[in-house]
């Protein structure tokens, strides 16, 4: 139990049309990791141009659904264009301030408060046949 993961992925639909059923900066309780990634997902725009980009991200939440300290990168998959890289970086880190605090329901908010989380966002567009 030392750490919780969870993965923030678009993929071929699946992960946006969950994500659409929930507004950024909805005050809907949360009470699951899954609930948790979409309220986060709900708030990403990656910019466009960073096909095939990823980030994962290390951070903390308090009960209150408000962040433990600055998020740290653990992991990047970025592209050869330093603009498009920050763009993408800070697209990630501006979901997570649009979707802080988390309104986590009581007994959510016990259960993951401190606890490691290590999203994984990365962008692949949706596939056209």
Known sequence: MAALAFAVMVSS??????????ACGSRDPVN??????EAIYACW?????????ALTLR????RDGTLIGKPRATFSKLGQDDRLNKAFVASVLEALDKALPVPFTESMGGA???RILSPLFTWTPERKS
Not at 13 to 22: C, D, K
Not at 59 to 62: C, D, P
Request: overall charge negative; hydrophobic content about 30%; proline content about 9%.
């Open 45 to 53: 725009q990656p910019p466009p141009g960073t096909d095939g980009m």
């Open 112 to 114: 993951i408060a401190g």
């Open 32 to 37: 699951s990791i899954s609930d948790m990634a």
């Open 59 to 62: 951070f903390s939440l308090r």
């Open 13 to 22: 639909g699946s992960g946006r049309a969950q994500a659409e059923e929930r």
